[in-house]
T-cell receptor, first 114, second 116 residues
């Protein structure tokens, strides 16, 4: 079974631009969560989607948004990029939203904002 | 405030030696505790998940313990290998209505280096 895939793997953007990251979950998984990972803050939860509905949202500004499609693929968008948005963005999928279902992480998208 | 603290921040050991990583949490109400291994530049991989009623769980050379009374967990690595060099992240989840996966509190990890 194929794992979680994320595209692109690496991205360089300039301040003020916007970016869209994509995540394809493991086949059959309906929950997709997004995380931001930085050296200083570690992993921080952005949002979770289940069956095309946002179930939970972390403490990030409205510039960060996401959506999920009917095939469970998910995208996250960051508008008006800031230098502090440089990070590794990880998505994770699981069978369902209820815990303690196992979460499987993708390899991440490394975003650099200059 | 829900928090997860891990110690040490970094650790260097020789190949073949054992080591123990610590995780203290102040998450309530507790749902489960997970340990993840993250290789540099890759996504975390789950090692163990423990619920309130479990106090030990093993995955090969990795053994996690949980003391829900003292809110402490440890990850013991036996006979370390060079491939164990990675960051180990403790994650504690709390219960709320609906039990969303979003109720996860992440520690900042312990960076383990195994030297030959």
């Amino acid at each position: 079974k194929a794992g979680v895939t994320q595209t692109p793997r690496y991205l360089i953007k300039t301040r003020g631009q916007q970016v869209t990251l994509s995540c394809s979950p493991i086949s059959g998984h309906r929950s997709v969560s997004w995380y931001q990972q930085t050296p200083g803050q570690g992993l921080q939860f952005l949002f979770e989607y289940f069956s095309e509905t946002q179930r939970n949202k972390g403490n990030f500004p409205g510039r960060f948004s996401g959506r999920q499609f009917s095939n469970s693929r998910s995208e996250m968008n960051v508008s008006t990029l800031e230098l502090g948005d440089s990070a590794l963005y990880l998505c994770a999928s699981s069978l369902a939203s209820n815990q303690p279902y196992e979460q499987y992480f993708g390899p991440g998208t490394r975003l650099t904002v200059t | 405030k829900n928090q997860v603290e891990q110690s040490p921040q970094s650790l260097i050991i020789l190949e073949g030696k054992n080591c123990t990583l610590q995780c203290n949490y102040t998450v309530s109400p507790f749902s489960n505790l997970r340990w993840y291994k993250q290789d540099t530049g890759r996504g975390p991989v789950s090692l163990t998940i423990m619920t309130f009623s479990e106090n030990t769980k093993s995955n090969g050379r990795y053994t996690a313990t949980l003391d829900a009374d003292t809110k402490q967990s440890s990850l013991h690595i036996t006979a370390s290998q060079l491939s164990d060099s990675a960051s180990y992240i403790c994650v504690v989840s709390y219960m709320n209505y609906g039990g969303s996966q979003g109720n996860l509190i992440f520690g900042k990890g312990t960076k383990l280096s195994v030297k030959p």
